[in-house]
């Protein structure tokens, strides 16, 4: 099992800035994953962002330029620094943590219980 803890939610204004930080813990997988999904209310979770163990990137187009990924590996620990916040940001921003087993096998996907984003206008 693999653990998840996120942190760095809150309220900002339209413009503002934040970072997210999600800290994975328990079993490892070299070769994963990790990145950030967020769901607003009434719509379904979509992709922000992810990055892979070697540092690969795939952003959404609603965030290209705005948002940006980053990982450390010896902490184990995945961010998304937020700039240009937008009030249709706001949505409650969950990170997940997926095994890569081989070239497109991937295992179990982990969440973290999500931290919420409120972009004021």
């Known amino acids: 099992q693999v653990q998840l803890v996120e942190s760095g939610g809150g309220l900002v204004q339209a413009g503002g800035s934040l970072r997210l930080s999600c800290a994975a813990s328990?079993?490892?997988?070299?070769?994963?994953?990790m990145g950030w999904y967020r769901q607003a209310p009434g719509q379904q979770r979509e992709l922000v962002a992810t990055?892979?163990?070697?540092?690969?990137?795939n952003y959404a187009d609603s965030i290209q330029g705005r948002f940006a990924i980053s990982r450390d590996g010896a902490k184990n620990t995945v961010y998304l620094q937020m700039n240009s916040l937008k009030p249709e940001d706001t949505a409650v921003y969950y990170c997940?943590?997926?095994?890569?087993?081989?070239?497109?096998?991937?295992?179990?996907?982990?969440w973290g219980q999500g931290t919420q984003v409120t972009v004021s206008s």
């Open positions: 997940n943590f997926r095994p890569v087993f081989r070239y497109g096998v991937y295992g179990d996907d982990y």
């Open positions: 328990g079993r490892r997988f070299s070769v994963n994953i």
């Open positions: 990055i892979t163990s070697g540092g690969s990137t």
